[in-house]
């Protein structure tokens, strides 16, 4: 794994479904984020995670759940999907600290909720 | 919370030289970024700035005037190849980003 690694790349789902977005790096990066990008929005910050063990809330988290047991993984969670819920996902991850410490994105993940 | 603005559309010649314009309102601040992202693709990162003034990349530079919440992206000698939408993105005082919606640019031959 060289990066940040999204799964699935593309879901069609059923509204009332569950489901689990997988992201992984191998960065070693503190910080990892979710974020949803629809069009005309821009991308928006769904949870956060500033290191193993803690979680936050971003700007539109409701619907959605993360858990942060390692450095590397940060999956979101959709209990049940709603149509609103159809975007494209993208993890991303970035070192702790001041300084530039940009984010590195994911490929993303492109959900459609029926 | 932020609140950050961006032309939606911007369309110029290849070789020409193209300014995108980015204003914010924020109640923290630590830092700016641009990022590009092409269709289809993850964004990726162009530039930070923390600073006022202007820093140089190659042909893309960005300024910043934090007493304006004003920056701007400076794509100099167009190529096709930047063809892209580029993100305004700006840090509050928590270190998490808010995007603009973002600029699509259109190179033209």
């Known amino acids: 794994i060289a990066g940040i690694t999204q799964a699935p790349t593309s879901q069609i789902l059923a509204a009332g479904r569950r489901m689990t977005l997988r992201c992984t790096q191998d960065m070693r990066h503190n910080a990892m984020y979710w974020y949803r990008q629809d069009l005309g929005l821009g991308l928006r910050l769904i949870h956060y995670s500033n290191t193993a063990g803690t979680t936050g809330k971003g700007e539109v988290p409701d619907g959605y759940s993360v858990s942060r047991a390692n450095t590397d993984d940060f999956p979101l969670t959709l209990a049940s999907a709603v149509p609103s819920q159809t975007s494209v996902y993208f993890c991303?991850?970035?070192?702790?600290?001041?300084?530039?410490?940009?984010?590195?994105f994911g490929p993303g993940t492109r959900l459609t909720v029926l | 919370g932020q609140n950050i603005d961006q032309p939606t559309e911007m369309t110029a010649t290849e070789g020409a030289i193209v300014q995108i314009n980015c204003t914010y309102q924020?109640?923290?601040?630590?830092?700016l970024f641009w990022y590009q992202q092409h269709a289809g693709e993850a964004p990726t990162f162009l530039s930070y700035n923390v600073l006022d003034g202007l820093e140089e990349k190659g042909r893309f530079s960005s300024f910043l005037s934090r007493s304006k919440g004003y920056s701007y992206l400076l794509l100099k000698e167009l190529q096709m190849k930047d063809s892209a939408s580029y993100l305004c993105?700006?840090?509050?005082?928590?270190?998490?980003?808010?995007f603009g919606a973002g600029t699509t640019v259109t190179v033209r031959a």
């Open positions: 991303a991850s970035s070192p702790e600290g001041e300084g530039s410490n940009e984010q590195f």
């Open positions: 924020t109640s923290g601040f630590n830092g």
């Open positions: 993105a700006v840090r509050d005082g928590d270190y998490k980003l808010s």
